[in-house]
């Protein structure tokens, strides 16, 4: 069915599936009672429901403007969340809260001279709130919400130290303590009405980088602090008692604060990691089979050892000496272990968040008592280069700078929903990637910052596990082998057969029923290098794969004619079989017509090549030049529309134009001429263009400021139909989109990759 253009045409975006994997940085993440996890990526905060079970359970919050460095839940004695805080590079902290279904920034705390590293907030006990900012400007800054105004209450000088974690906390008399680590390896303790260091805690031998406090009583708090020394340090502050001489006795410091004495002394030192010890985090209670809270003691603590430790009390009781009751971690895979970890709700699951910005979370098993790995979002930690559909299949592949390749493929539930998850990381690379195109819905071809093209098919142990996860399997036949690994100080995937003894590798069959964990998608998920294809003189830059899956074309980074020639293979024996010089420097996209007759390229020089196939050849049909190019900056990007006579370039200068078939001509632009006027955004650059399969008079835009737009147009205007912004698009470069369509009505999906390191599936619905 063909949608023709008409005024009131309408479009209706939903967002069907978003990617993204958090910072790499300590207390990037925190998780509720709830459920709920928010966390960092890139400038943004996320919000992630793990009690979704159908559809995209995860929302995009925008409003800083540089990496965010720390997000933490601001909970209520219920146990309730509201409200969070998260803090940025943009040297500012923001209060969030949930009105009305959504998240709104409801106070920005500005006025630190440097980036702010670490936020923590708590709610006193008149019910106002105070957020605590610790920044690299060697200030800690307090705030406080008082009858729903934030002002700066007190700056906290550090006289050139370097706050690496806070943690502020009620005492029991109801009264706050701050406690900050800084880089001298010590805890400085900070109470009063005007905050001032009360008290310093000695004994770790290296940065302290995570704490955390527990209510033992009416009387006691119990602080755990974890430090790159290896160590895990549990001290316990209580109201200070004249005791007895008689027996023997701990050492303890007494600190006076809000008018009485507090007793602190060291109560366990936890040995058992053996990589930095990066964040802990304390659970007070367990939940019974009836639903009722026992006070318990347990703490959770997590290595760039590459695992995550549950301690517990022997016998129970705080007193008790304390031992490791569980351990979970990662084995294998070119990971460099834990950043952090939260419990999960009732401390029945916990997570770890790995150095390359994955999740990683494990459930108890109530029957058998032993934690299991379960489904968890995820996504690429650097900034996403390019994505394309499968022909003929589901599933979405993406490349990012972070040096993988992910596939992204819907998982059909057995209870009828259906979620998006990554189901294979084809290529993990140590090179960042730069473009991909799909031969077919099994043969891929990769490029990164090196001069080979590399091509990958899918092997047998993958087609099963499609099958399994997608309900539906993947067209073509099999290559033969069982999968892949790399061999060691190796970049090239080498195939696993069946009956092969000799796996230099980590590859082992799976059999999967529901999307693999990170630990599985790291090793056992790898396609096996089928070609490696040279030609070029520099770094990769450019892929396109002809529809009809007969030929590849590539493109380098160039600076002359020469190397900026197109190369042209045939994918049936990956051959050479053309070079096309035209650009004179690099061709920044290309493109192949959906009838697979025409290749279109666009470069930096602000040209476009278009060359028509003749027989089994390739002729130069039009292109723009000096005289007829309405571009006067570099072409980020092109697009054809579905009947193959009319493509859309954008540049830089944001401009969008749509070239069609007119009349022959006798200047360099042949049988194509300019169809009406461009599209101009002037404030913007046009970075990324598709095409609306079921109509040729809609096109989606995207921007370098993130945005995501949906113009209609025709000989006479473009009309705007619909905008994506910041929040539901992406806040920084659109990098590409990509329609797929749905023959049987009118929804499409649009896949869109930034470098936000944000790949979002969109369902578009033309009224």
Known sequence: MRIKFNEKMKVSVSEIYTSVACNRIP???????????????????????TNVKCGNPIKVLCHHKSKVNSVKWLCKPDSTCTELVSCSADKTAAIWTLVDNVWK???????????????HGLYTEENNLLVFTGSIDSTV???????????????????????????????????????????????????????????????????????????????????????????????????YEEQSTAGIKVEERVFPAYGQEWAVKLDAVLAGHEGWVYGVQWHPYAVGADGTKKPVYRLLSSSLDKTLIVWEPEGGSAQGAWTERVRVGEVGGSGLGFYGSRFGPRGGAILGHGYNGSFHIWEL???????????VAGGHYGRVEDAAWAPGAAHLVSVAADQTTRLHAPWHRPDGSTEWHELARPQVHGYDMAAVALVSARVLASAAEEKVVRVFAAPANFDANYANIVGAPLPGRSEGAEGA???????????????????????????????????TLMQHTLWPEQQKLYGHGYEVFALAAAPDGSLLASACKATTREHAAILLWETSTWHQI???????????????????????????????????????QFQLAANTDKTNGVHTRIIWCCAWASDSGVFGTGSREGKV???????????????????GTPLELPKDS??????????????????????????????????????????????????????????EDREMLLASAGADHLVRIYSVYIS
């Open 27 to 49: 207390e990037i993440i925190d998780w509720n009672e709830e459920g709920i996890i928010c966390y960092g990526a890139t400038n943004a905060v996320v919000i992630y429901d």
């Open 105 to 119: 920034v409801t106070s920005t705390l500005s006025g630190h001279t440097d980036g702010v590293t670490c936020v």
């Open 141 to 239: 800054r307090v705030w406080e919400r008082k009858n729903g105004t934030t002002n700066l209450k007190q700056t906290i000088c550090l006289n050139y130290g370097l706050c690496l974690t806070l943690y502020a906390h009620l005492l029991p008399s109801s009264k706050t303590i701050l406690f900050c680590a800084l880089d001298d390896h010590k805890i400085h303790l900070f109470a009063g009405d005007e905050f001032h260091r009360v008290h310093t805690l000695v004994g770790h031998e290296d940065w302290v980088r995570g704490l955390d406090v527990l209510d033992v009583d009416a009387t006691t708090i119990m602080l755990a602090s974890a430090s790159q020394d290896t160590y895990i340090r549990l001290w316990r502050i209580q109201a």
């Open 365 to 375: 098993d109530k029957e058998t008592a032993q934690w299991a790995p379960r489904v």
């Open 485 to 519: 690994s790399v061999p060691s100080l190796g970049l090239s995937n080498k195939a696993v057969f069946a009956d092969e003894d000799d796996n230099d590798g980590y590859f082992v069959p799976v059999n999967l029923t529901e999307p693999p964990t990170e630990e």
């Open 578 to 616: 053309q070079k096309l010089p035209c650009h004179q420097l690099t061709i920044t996209q290309l493109a192949f017509s959906p009838d697979s007759r025409h290749l279109l390229s666009v470069s930096r020089d602000r040209s476009w090549y278009l060359h028509t196939r003749s027989g089994d």
């Open 657 to 675: 134009c749509i070239w069609s078939k007119a009349e022959p001509s006798s200047s360099s632009l042949g049988d194509y001429a300019l169809l």
């Open 686 to 743: 046009v970075t990324a263009l598709a095409f609306a399969p079921l109509t040729d008079s809609v096109v989606a835009v995207g921007l370098d400021s993130g945005r995501i737009g949906f113009y209609s147009f025709d000989v006479q205007r473009w009309t705007l139909l619909k905008e994506l912004d910041y929040s539901a698009a992406h806040h920084m470069t659109v990098r590409r989109l990509s329609f797929k369509p749905k023959d």
